[in-house]
């Protein structure tokens, strides 16, 4: 059983900046890659950043130069560096984990339960 926490939403002015994380814990044998996905209602869940066990990122058009994703692989940890923030940023964001939890396991996919990010005046 793995679980995935996010921290670090809120409500934010536009032109300003949070900063997410989320913590895995649980049964974890090795994360492969890691990313922030977001949903606006009546929307599909669209893709914001990964980040591959490596380092290596994606991501959105819509994000990139704004937002910076990272993670800690030692804490399981995947952070999202937002700023200069947006309006249309507004939207629930989820984390994700693609999670090996035996050696011998197929890698299977993880995710929170949401945090609110609102940008507004």
């Known amino acids: 059983q793995v679980q995935l926490v996010e921290s670090g939403g809120g409500l934010v002015q536009p032109g300003g900046s949070l900063r997410l994380s989320c913590v895995a814990s649980?049964?974890?044998?090795?994360?492969?890659?890691m990313g922030w996905y977001r949903q606006v209602p009546g929307d599909q869940r669209e893709l914001v950043a990964t980040?591959?066990?490596?380092?290596?990122?994606n991501y959105a058009g819509s994000v990139k130069g704004r937002f910076t994703i990272s993670r800690d692989n030692a804490k399981n940890t995947v952070y999202l560096q937002m700023n200069s923030l947006k309006p249309e940023d507004t939207a629930v964001y989820y984390c994700?984990?693609?999670?090996?939890?035996?050696?011998?396991?197929?890698?299977?996919?993880?995710w929170g339960q949401g945090t609110q990010v609102t940008v507004s005046s």
């Open positions: 994700n984990a693609e999670v090996v939890v035996q050696p011998w396991s197929r890698q299977s996919d993880s």
């Open positions: 980040i591959t066990s490596g380092g290596s990122t």
């Open positions: 649980g049964i974890i044998f090795r994360i492969n890659a």
